[in-house]
T-cell receptor
């Protein structure tokens, strides 16, 4: 079955550490996205990528970095520069054209907690 | 600038009755509108969408209505069931950086009372 897989489901980070969240899809989608959700809030876009080896900053990119070396993979690194990293992180993918028609497919999320 | 707004943070409805979730938007260039459902600690799942050239789309218990003159859309769930308790996000498709992306509302938490 095609889908999008995020790992790990839960992640704990010490102050000052970088951590990397994994996102893999086998839907053959060109576009991939990272969102952050905080309690009681909507989805905020961190980074997105429309094609391999290219990505763009979203609305809250500071303290995060990404790479897109393969079509299937879009890992997100939460760096020590991110002041408040505790949140629920969601990865999504879509066909590059007309995502409104097909929608995004989301992974099940990673809960990151700073300890 | 919040282009997609869901003004009700939460809504409580009796099981079996109609649930109506609302969404307002400001950009008349949106080409599609979508509704997603999200349970805690899970990713959102697609429910239903509507093209900007239509005014109604129906799928089983779910119907979305689009009022372009008012820049307003609504999701109707009839009849409401306990499993419908979740957060519902409204999203709209817009052009950004030569491609299309989804712009999201803040979500409405729907609680179905037995």
């Amino acid at each position: 079955d095609g889908g999008i897989t995020q790992s790990p489901k839960y992640l704990f980070r010490k102050e000052g550490q970088n951590v990397t969240l994994s996102c893999e899809q086998n839907l053959n989608h060109d576009a991939m996205y990272w969102y952050r959700q905080d309690p009681g809030q909507g989805l905020r876009l961190i980074y997105y990528s429309q094609i391999v080896n290219d990505f763009q900053k979203g609305d809250i990119a500071e303290g995060y970095s990404v790479s897109r070396e393969k079509k299937e993979s879009f890992p997100l690194t939460v760096t020590s520069a991110q002041k408040n990293p505790t949140a629920f992180y969601l990865c999504a993918s879509s066909p590059r054209q007309k995502p409104g028609m097909y929608g995004y497919t989301f992974g099940s999320g990673t809960r990151l907690t700073v300890v | 600038d919040q282009q997609v707004k869901q003004n009700s943070p939460s809504l409580s409805v009796q099981e079996g009755r109609i649930s109506i979730l609302n969404c307002d938007y400001t950009n008349s260039m949106f080409d599609y509108f979508l509704w997603y459902k999200k349970y805690p600690a899970e990713g959102p799942t697609f429910l239903i969408s509507i093209s900007s050239i239509k005014d109604k789309n129906e799928d089983g218990r779910f119907t979305v209505f689009l009022n372009k003159s008012a820049k307003h859309l609504s999701l109707h769930i009839v009849p409401s069931q306990p499993g419908d308790s979740a957060v519902y996000f409204c999203a709209a498709s817009a052009r950004r950086d030569s491609n299309y992306q989804l712009i999201w509302g803040a979500g409405t938490k729907l609680i179905i009372k037995p």
